[in-house]
């Protein structure tokens, strides 16, 4: 009999912290439930003293699905602790997630501490979340810097004092993939009673090694790992959901099994991308648009004779369909449907109408609509909540003229029209609007992503914009590039504080 792997999946707590890829509760309900299908043991549903927001969001996640245990992040704090037993009120299984940093960089310069005082404060924080609830995680923050005999202490100390999962994160992505698996293997060696608890992973990718330091520390022993869907989190990201368990579903002699349900990994990935307007790197493994396309003539000479030469992963394994309807002005409401449902996306028939006629005039622009242009259509925020709406723009361009733009906006039901030159048409655009939105705003990031190939693509833009000290970040999609730029800068200025 197989081993069995815990997937704890944090893209909805780590994975969020991405600057401008924040959910709302719908959204974060949305995709735990899709989590649930996939068959992740643990959700990480966010750090419910952080904000009333993901306070909300881990109550409302907790009501919403069924046999995954939900997981609340604390600090060592009791007020923390206080909260996230709150939150997780109305979970079936829950858990509590509480730490400290254990290296010597985190006692001495974070915490302004010795040694032996975080331990006591890990033991004082396993101890106190152990009288909510019988589930208690403990995380060493970046353990992957402290030095083993130390780590060892700690982990022993919290298991004796209830924990019944230790989380050895490296925090900052530092670690080797021998140094990390040898680190776990000492803590399976050397800690007093480690068979009382779950060893769990939780690596970073700043040095690209996540994946690889995760394997590593699931050969040495840890029966738990944390991910996320496409490798999101903040800075590099973290381990990826989809690596992980097809590297265990493809190295069988591993024998060691999950819970996934492998065939959902494609449609989820694609949901995460279109709802945190975060995309998808195209050679990205397992999920990125590239990994089962052979352009070199070698390899698709391989391919035609027999597929094993060059894939090592059938694609409707990760659920990949390549029988794929293709969707056209003609296609009806019933093939967009199934695309959606493909790309695990389900709408209500009053949501599917909306989206049908936003595809019906994207679909009469370009020749075809792709999987990217459908998960675009239904992730897209309605412009009917927000309170400035884009009412017209004309650009006038070109070389050895001047660009002017004129644009019209609605603002709480009133029209407003300006008109600007500027050093180029998205530069004209921005003038004008700034001419009808009177606020003192610095554009500080400006990025443009076609969805997939071809001159009648839908462009994606993202915009981080600065006002009144708070970074606010904006999408926009459209055939038309400057529209997506103006419908990002306005997707800006709609989420300003009120003053």
């Known amino acids: 009999m197989n081993d069995r792997l815990y997937i704890f999946d944090t893209t909805l707590r780590d994975g969020e912290q991405v600057p401008g890829c924040q959910l709302n509760t719908v959204e974060k309900i949305q995709v735990a439930k899709t989590l649930e299908q996939l068959g992740v043991d643990v959700i990480e549903a966010g750090f419910p003293v952080s904000s009333p927001g993901d306070f909300n969001s881990v109550i409302e996640i907790s009501k919403a699905v069924t046999w995954p245990t939900i997981c609340a992040l604390t600090r060592a704090v009791e007020h923390d602790i206080d909260v996230a037993a709150q939150a997780l009120q109305y979970a079936k299984h ?44 403990f995380y060493a923050e970046d353990a992957g810097r402290t030095d083993n005999e130390y780590l060892a202490r700690v982990v022993e100390a919290v298991i004796k004092a209830g924990a019944t999962v230790v989380n050895i994160p490296d925090t900052t992505g530092y670690c080797l993939p021998d140094e990390y698996g040898a680190k776990i293997k000492y803590l399976m060696e050397h800690v007093e009673g480690v068979d009382k608890a779950i060893i769990s992973t939780h690596c970073h990718n700043d040095l690209g090694m996540a994946t690889a330091n995760t394997l590593q520390g699931v050969l040495n022993g840890a029966r738990q790992v944390e991910v996320t869907i496409n490798g999101i989190g903040e800075r590099a990201g973290n381990t990826s959901l989809e690596e992980i368990a097809m590297i265990l579903k493809c190295h069988k002699g591993i024998n060691i099994d999950t819970n996934i349900n492998t065939q959902k990994i494609y449609p989820i990935s694609r949901m995460v991308s279109s709802l945190m307007n975060m995309p998808v790197q195209p050679n990205k493994a397992i999920v990125g648009r590239n990994a089962f396309a052979h352009s070199s003539g070698i390899h698709q000479d391989g391919v035609l004779k027999n597929v094993h030469t060059y894939e090592i992963i059938d694609p409707k394994d990760v659920g990949i369909d390549d029988n794929s309807i293709v969707l056209t002005a003609r296609s ?168």
């Open 94 to 137: 829950k858990r509590i997630h509480t730490g400290i940093g254990t290296s010597d960089e985190h006692i001495q310069y974070k915490f302004n501490s010795t040694r032996e005082e975080i331990i006591e404060r890990a033991v004082r924080a396993v101890k106190y979340a152990k009288k909510y609830v019988e589930d208690v995680e």
């Open 332 to 499: 009806g409401r019933a093939a967009l449907k199934y695309r959606l449902h493909v790309n695990g996306v389900e709408l209500s028939e009053e949501k599917l109408d909306k989206v049908y006629e936003q595809f019906l005039i994207l679909a009469d622009q370009k020749k075809e609509v792709n999987d990217g242009d459908v998960l675009m259509l239904a992730g897209a925020d309605t412009a009917s909540n927000q309170a400035v709406k884009l009412d017209f723009l004309q650009v006038t361009t070109g070389k050895g003229v001047k660009s002017v733009a004129s644009i019209g906006l609605d603002i709480s039901g009133q029209k407003f029209e300006a008109a600007s030159s500027g050093n180029g048409p998205v530069d004209a655009a921005i003038k004008a609007l700034k001419k009808i939105i009177l606020k003192t705003m610095t554009l500080k990031e400006f990025t443009i992503q076609a969805i997939s190939k071809g001159s009648d693509d839908v462009g994606k833009v993202h915009m981080q914009v600065e006002y009144d000290g708070q970074m606010y970040y904006g999408f926009g999609a459209n055939t038309d590039i400057v529209t997506a730029s103006v419908e990002a800068y306005i997707d800006c200025i709609n989420k300003f504080k009120k003053e």
